[in-house]
């Protein structure tokens, strides 16, 4: 007689799916108080079925205020206390990079869900780390990549499997938001690299992500300029270096792959050009072109056709008090799919980054900064540069 051997599971993985699957409410952990008050807290609220339930932040009195405003019932100082609150199934990190790895590595050991901040981390080492550290746990480890969830780039993103494009030959990013262009803005975490700030950081982060999601690809080798055209910021000691980007521009290969084909990019993003918020997408292949502007509007031009033509979407919902820079409206769309994810005990959500997707930007983001530092390209490994 044959034996079938039976999937064995340990009491505290029996623990835990039986504790999920009955879960009515997620109870939410936010750590830090900039991007998350502002936009993830509201589009948590606004779930049915979710909680914040603790919120930390470095400065008491941001803690404190946060959780007065949206009626949280634990505030702290001290972060760790957050990550092992007893009602806290998922922490939201939104943090400077270089706290990502503790708090993640923490998080994780105290058996939660994680949604991290972009960049993931300070470099791949540490990238490394988080996804050791999540090996086997069967939990939820995301990045904040929320523009994968535009109503827009999801039909854009479908059009080009459907081969609307044809093989992609190009693809394209032009981002610039004057605020940093302002001498007057104080020194803090974004003026530090020793903190993980900057544009390529922040902002390049989202568009390799966005690169290697919509070509099923990854880049192959870049070549990067980064600059700091504000050299100085004051803060409450005097006059303090900046130390960061606030310009990072990229020439890029791509491996090929199904959609792609002796590919390239080119990325220009700037924090202090005039005069208004722009980020836009353009893909380009042998049959026809995308773009994609910031809050998700879609156009396509067929080869031979003069013009965009715009394709109706729906854009989501903005978050009332905030830039409607697309970013929140991603975060919109988002959050829900993350809620019933936690409440159904599953430990992936469809199109969502995980910590795999995160790994892979931050090797570019330190080929970048190898790039930048020797004016040179950089190969990433992924495939042999085509000639020039």
Known sequence: MRRVKAA???????????????KDKVGIGIIGTGFARKVQIPAFAACENAEVVSVASGNPANAESTAEEFGIGHFTADWRETVSHAAVDLVCITTPPNLHKEMTVTALE?????????PMAMNVAEAEEMIAAADGKGLLTLIDFELRFQP?????????????LGKIRHAKWNFRAPT???????????????QGGGALGAINSHIIDSFNWFLGSEVSSVFCQLQSHVKQRHNHAGVREVTTDDEANM????????????????????????????SRLEIFGAEGAIKIDH?????????????????E??????????PDTGFPRGFMEFAPRIVEAVRDGRDSIEFAATFSDGLKVQRVQDAARESSATGTSVHLGTQAPSPA
């Open 152 to 164: 827009g780039r999801q039909k854009a993103y479908a059009m080009i499997r459907d081969g609307a």
């Open 251 to 278: 020439l890029l290969r791509f491996a090929d792959s199904e959609l792609c084909s002796d590919a390239t990019g080119l990325v220009s993003v700037s924090m202090v050009e005039q005069p208004e918020y722009m």
């Open 313 to 322: 979407v729906g854009l989501g919902e903005a978050v009332p008090g905030y």
């Open 180 to 194: 940093r262009g302002n001498p007057d803005l104080p020194w803090n975490w974004w003026s530090d690299a020793e």
């Open 8 to 22: 064995v599971l340990s009491l505290k993985e029996f623990c835990v799916l039986i504790f999920f699957s009955m």
């Open 295 to 311: 809050r998700g509007d879609l156009f396509v031009a067929e080869n031979g056709n003069a013009g965009w033509s715009e394709i």
């Open 110 to 118: 105290h058996g939660k869900h994680v949604l991290c901040e972009k």
